[in-house]
């Protein structure tokens, strides 16, 4: 399978090249001329494992990279990924349209950026470049994985556990060489790891903020915040459970995982990184108000997720904390808890 991945920053480089390049001919492109001349002049990337105190380092040696002004003469793909800001998707739209024109074959576009949205985005840009987009198939995917800081612009820091999942559909098994990835349902995937790994990681920012820690790890240690963690598991796994249908069976040992990541000392994610953006983060319909509600409302376990909206209005350290008190304002009373 040929891929072209647009995006070489450290999702990019740390999760989707390595993924990809142990079956398939993987190229990376970026809009960042000084990155891709600093990568080819250094003849590669280092990537750093990081398990609890001990550290693994992958050097990934000449790896196939282009800018963006470099791809007009590519017109015999598979596959396109990207890995960038989901805003900037419109921005890459062109380049992968121009790129679909002269394609030889079917081609799929999997957006790998963590949101469901990102297809859409893509689609609708590309219909509007190209108009006609019959033989272009969209995949969403999740990719899970831990990458808090790059050492320096070729050496990227990251948890060793990583994931990724990808929509099965269009007949793209035939193409994909390990089919353990593929899942029928992208959006049970989804769900599951943004509430078991992502929820739990900003619940675990706001109590920690509140008991004085400053990196997850750190929070992992606290034994009254560790205790409420469990309790806010079990909010979650009732609410995949019941929209999912979802077996405990299947979640508890995934639960367990997520906060054996956490507890990795090597790691030293912040809180300030893992708390940000509260106005996303507490929205009706993202990670703590979507479960909470819905739990409420059928009958479920729903208090410890009303601890934790009360515990994010005291983080004082989001970038946006003052607009989501301006939004906070705004609401109706039947929106507010």
Known sequence: ???????????????????????????????????????????????????????????????????????????????????????????????????????????????????????????????????????IYFLGSVIDRIVPSTKNALDIECEKYFSVKIENRHGFG??????????????????????????????????????????????????IVRSKLDQLGECYMQYLMSVYGFREEELIPYFNNTLLRFSNPAIKDPLSRVGRNLLIKLSPTDRIYRPLLFNKRNGLNYKPLEEIVIAARDFKIANDYDRYLLYLHDLEPSEML
Request: proline share 3%; hydrophobic share 40%.
């Open 174 to 223: 035939e193409l994909l060489k390990d089919e353990s990835v593929l899942t029928e349902n992208i959006y049970k995937e989804f769900d599951k790891k943004f509430l078991l790994v992502n929820g739990l990681h900003a619940c675990a920012a706001y109590l920690g903020y509140l008991r004085g820690h400053e990196n997850i790890c750190d929070v992992m240690e606290d034994k």
């Open 1 to 135: 399978m040929k891929i072209l991945h647009f995006g070489a920053g450290k999702i990019g480089r740390g999760l989707i090249f390595p993924f990809f390049r142990e079956q398939h001919d993987i190229t990376l492109a970026d809009r960042n001329v000084e990155l891709v001349r600093s990568i080819r002049e250094n003849k590669g990337y280092s990537i750093i494992e990081l398990d609890y105190e001990r550290q693994r380092i992958i050097t990934y040696a000449d790896p196939p990279i282009r800018t963006f002004a470099e791809l007009s003469d590519i017109h015999d793909l598979d596959v396109i990924t990207t890995s960038v800001i989901v805003s900037n998707l419109a921005a890459i739209a062109p380049y992968i349209g121009d790129i679909a024109k002269n394609n030889k074959r079917p081609l799929y576009i999997i957006p790998m950026e963590n949101s469901l949205e990102a297809v859409e985005i893509l689609k609708r840009e590309l219909v509007s470049i190209l108009h006609n987009i019959d033989g």
